[in-house]
């Protein structure tokens, strides 16, 4: 069991999708995450096992080698889409209620804003760490995280902003969201969102990366 999991850890961390998948090249011709998850569940090993010992660690290890500079988008979207050829096999197990997730995110870009790049990468990690993503998309206004949220109580939010004209409706967003939802966290970020912005606009946490954002969340549930 320890083999296979090492080997789905090896593909989720250098971004081995499948078989046919020729990136890495050095493993171009080999199962990928796709074929070994498969294989794992088929042998007998738990959603859970896998989740918990192969992908989660290997997407932490992602997070961190991006959050060092040692790696930078197009790898950490190689390591994402691996993950998510992994989780096409796990997920019926959250579905049928085997398999338990750590919480959940919803997340959004902001009012007037259809930069997606970033906040997909963030939705992509949050998940491969254990964490069900409700993905709203983009140019997303608040009574649609208001809606959002009433449907899923206890959720955390999650805003993303690319601009500097589109940044600035998150402090409406968050007063409102605050007012009537005060104890779900909010987390924010996006290439001109600041540490001092975050404090200014009362959310609750700004993180500069997808790996900040999971670390956070996992934080929430200790
Ligand atoms: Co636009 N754009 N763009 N653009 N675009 C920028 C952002 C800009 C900096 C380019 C420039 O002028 N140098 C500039 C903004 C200037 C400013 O506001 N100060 C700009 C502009 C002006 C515009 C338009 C207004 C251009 C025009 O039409 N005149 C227009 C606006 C459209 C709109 O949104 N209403 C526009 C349009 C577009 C495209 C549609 C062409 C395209 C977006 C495609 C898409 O997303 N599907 C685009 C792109 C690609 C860019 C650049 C080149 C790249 C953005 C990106 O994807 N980066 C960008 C310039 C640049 O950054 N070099 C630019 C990669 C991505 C992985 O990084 O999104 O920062 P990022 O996400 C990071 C972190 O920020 C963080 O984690 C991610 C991974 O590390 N993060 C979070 C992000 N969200 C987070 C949430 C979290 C936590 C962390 O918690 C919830």
Same mark, same amino acid.
């Given at each position: 069991? *320890? ?6 850890? &090896? ?7 499948? &078989? ?18 498969? #294989? ?5 090993? *738990? ?7 192969? #992908? ?11 959050? &060092? ?31 338990? &997730? ?7 870009? +902001? ?30 206004? *608040? ?18 902003? #690319?601009?500097?004209? *589109?940044? +600035? ?47 956070? #969340? ?5």
């Amino acid at each position: 069991m *320890t083999e296979i999991l090492n080997s789905i850890s &090896r593909c989720i961390e250098y971004g081995k999708i499948d &078989r046919a998948c020729p990136y890495p090249p050095d493993m171009k011709g080999q199962d990928g995450a796709d074929e070994l998850t498969k #294989l794992a569940i088929e042998s007998g090993v *738990t959603p859970d096992q896998i989740l918990e010992i192969a #992908l989660i660690p290997a997407m932490a290890i992602v997070g961190d080698k991006f959050s &060092r500079k040692e790696i930078y988008v197009p790898q950490m979207l190689m390591s994402a889409k691996s993950m998510n050829s992994a989780m096409k096999h796990i997920k019926p197990f959250f579905q049928s209620g085997e398999t338990k &997730r750590k919480g959940k995110l919803i997340i959004g870009t +902001v009012a007037g804003d259809l930069h997606d790049i970033g906040k997909n990468l963030v939705a992509m990690m949050i998940e491969g760490g254990g964490w069900e993503v409700l993905d709203l998309g983009v140019d997303v206004g *608040t009574d649609k995280f208001l809606k959002a949220l009433e449907e899923n109580p206890g959720a955390a939010i999650g805003l993303s902003a #690319l601009l500097t004209t *589109t940044m +600035v409706n998150m402090k409406e967003m968050v007063k409102i969201i605050k007012d009537k939802y005060t104890d779900n966290k909010i987390l924010i970020g996006g290439a001109p969102v600041t540490m001092e912005y975050c404090q200014e606009i009362g959310a609750d946490f700004y993180s500069p990366d997808p790996q900040g954002a999971v670390n956070y #969340l996992n934080q929430q549930i200790q």
